[in-house]
């Protein structure tokens, strides 16, 4: 699959926001339908989940109420169900170096988040319902 690099956007997001929907409301705000970001900084709590592949559901995995540093935070864009959409997974570490990692939930408090989002264009990426997986993939 081939596609081009469209517009790339620099920035932070505000303290005590929910660095999920921080996400979406740039992309949405900014009508990137599709792409890639990357995320450093630190949070002041953190909700990551956990897809159970028996169940077919993300369950939480980890809710953290303490402040740890984000040494990875990617994902993409697209669309699903006809909406904007950022899919991220985030590896956070403690004080003692101790680190976590899931599937990025609503309620991850952002205490500084520097992000990196790279637009792209050509094929559009469209999330549809899986019925092996339970999970809506491109």
Known sequence: MSLKEKRTFLGR???GEDLLGSINELCKRNNIELGVFYIIGAVSMAKMGYY???????VYCVNLKKKLEITSCMGNISKKESE???HAHITLAD????????????GTKIFAAEY???????K??????DPITGLMLW
């Open 116 to 122: 990196y989002i790279k637009e792209l264009t050509g």
């Open 124 to 129: 559009k990426f469209i999330r549809k319902y």
């Open 95 to 106: 004080h003692e170096g101790k680190c976590y990692g899931g599937h990025l939930m609503p």
């Open 13 to 15: 997001f505000k303290t």
């Open 84 to 86: 904007i959409f950022a």
């Open 52 to 58: 159970d592949q028996n169940k077919k559901k993300y």
